[in-house]
């Protein structure tokens, strides 16, 4: 089993996004002021409850007609996974990979079924004494799950709904990357590796992609973490979301959940091998829970308590 981490935000007059406690308990070291402590089999961060415009004008290069823009507020904390899950969480949480494809340890895991993530989500759940959050038949790697009420309310580890993920990511960006960057007009699909963004960055400083990846699996934690503390929020690896694909409201909304059961699912955030278009934060890739890709892997997470 992975060493588990303490998981803490500071007692400030500001909430504190991204602080992440991640030392061994032996070594003495403790997070001090600490308004919250969750014991988890993952690095994460504390990401405080917030408002946020979830989707993309219709305007931003790349866009498409599903990322509406609408107000979206979250009531409650939750933790988030620093990292996308490596190879080297997912084989000591489950003892084997969904193909015989690794690449080593630091790698985001990849051919990741959502079903995959739901079952190894609710083992997690039984580890740290919590109530999992899907119902699943069969054993992994062929168990199928559905979501159990509301993903707010559950206890234990899960997949971040759609709107967490975007929150989270965003980390207070409304452009299409969290530095503030948008693409410019005719670099939407393209695979040059002097891809220039609005701000004059190349994106090739920011996150892997088709561009610099040379179509390869590649590293997770390569590039800085956005603003919040999370790394590869763009590239790295497809992350699953929790919730069933839907058209998004057009008016502001609480808490909003996808369909539990519905045909699709998204995928945020983008792979090493994805067009720049695809990288977006607003942007939304639907799938079949049951399909397994090369870049497909999850990210977890865990609704807290109010301070």
């Given at each position: 089993?992975s060493?588990?981490?303490?998981?803490?935000?500071?007692?400030t007059g500001?909430?504190?996004?991204g602080?992440?406690?991640?030392a061994?308990?032996?070594?003495?070291?403790?997070?001090?002021?600490?308004?919250?402590?969750?014991?988890?089999p993952?690095?994460?961060?504390?990401?405080e409850?917030?408002n946020f415009?979830?989707?993309a004008?219709?305007?931003?290069?790349g866009?498409?007609d599903?990322?509406?823009?609408?107000g979206?507020?979250l009531?409650?904390p939750?933790?988030?996974?620093?990292?996308?899950?490596t190879?080297g969480?997912w084989?000591?949480w489950t003892?084997?990979?969904p193909?015989?494809?690794?690449?080593g340890?630091?790698?985001?895991?990849?051919?990741?079924?959502?079903h995959?993530?739901?079952?190894?989500?609710?083992?997690?759940?039984?580890?740290?004494?919590?109530?999992?959050c899907?119902?699943?038949t069969?054993?992994?790697p062929?168990a199928?799950?559905?979501?159990?009420?509301?993903?707010?309310d559950?206890?234990?580890?899960?997949?971040?709904?759609?709107?967490?993920w975007?929150?989270?990511?965003?980390?207070g960006?409304?452009a299409?990357f969290?530095?503030?960057?948008?693409?410019t007009?005719?670099?939407?699909?393209?695979?040059?590796?002097?891809?220039?963004?609005?701000?004059?960055?190349?994106?090739?400083?920011?996150a892997?992609y088709?561009?610099?990846?040379g179509?390869?699996p590649?590293?997770a934690?390569?590039?800085?973490?956005?603003?919040?503390g999370l790394?590869?929020?763009?590239?790295?690896?497809?992350e699953?979301?929790?919730?069933?694909?839907?058209?998004?409201a057009?008016?502001?909304?609480?808490?909003?959940?996808?369909?539990?059961?519905?045909?699709?699912?998204?995928h945020?955030?983008?792979?090493?091998?994805?067009?720049?278009?695809?990288?977006?934060?607003?942007r939304?890739?639907?799938?079949?829970?049951?399909?397994?890709a090369?870049?497909?892997?999850?990210?977890?997470?865990?609704?807290?308590?109010?301070d």
């Amino acid at each position: 089993m992975s060493p588990w981490f303490l998981l803490a935000t500071a007692c400030t007059g500001e909430p504190v996004y991204g602080e992440r406690w991640g030392a061994d308990s032996a070594s003495g070291d403790a997070p001090q002021d600490a308004i919250a402590i969750v014991d988890l089999p993952f690095s994460a961060v504390r990401i405080e409850a917030g408002n946020f415009i979830m989707g993309a004008p219709p305007d931003e290069a790349g866009g498409q007609d599903d990322e509406t823009p609408h107000g979206v507020t979250l009531t409650r904390p939750f933790a988030l996974g620093v990292l996308p899950v490596t190879e080297g969480e997912w084989l000591d949480w489950t003892g084997y990979l969904p193909e015989d494809d690794s690449w080593g340890e630091h790698y985001p895991a990849r051919w990741l079924s959502w079903h995959d993530a739901a079952s190894t989500a609710n083992e997690l759940s039984n580890i740290i004494g919590e109530t999992p959050c899907y119902a699943c038949t069969g054993d992994s790697p062929d168990a199928i799950c559905t979501p159990m009420g509301s993903a707010y309310d559950c206890p234990g580890i899960r997949l971040p709904t759609e709107a967490e993920w975007e929150y989270a990511a965003r980390a207070g960006s409304t452009a299409a990357f969290t530095t503030g960057a948008d693409l410019t007009a005719g670099t939407e699909e393209s695979c040059d590796g002097d891809i220039t963004l609005s701000d004059g960055s190349l994106l090739t400083h920011l996150a892997w992609y088709c561009g610099n990846s040379g179509y390869w699996p590649q590293p997770a934690g390569d590039f800085a973490p956005n603003a919040w503390g999370l790394y590869d929020v763009h590239g790295a690896s497809y992350e699953w979301v929790h919730d069933g694909y839907a058209p998004y409201a057009e008016t502001a909304v609480i808490d909003p959940e996808g369909p539990a059961g519905a045909e699709q699912i998204s995928h945020r955030g983008g792979s090493w091998g994805s067009e720049p278009r695809n990288l977006r934060l607003g942007r939304r890739s639907p799938a079949d829970p049951t399909s397994r890709a090369h870049g497909g892997g999850v990210r977890f997470a865990m609704s807290l308590p109010p301070d």
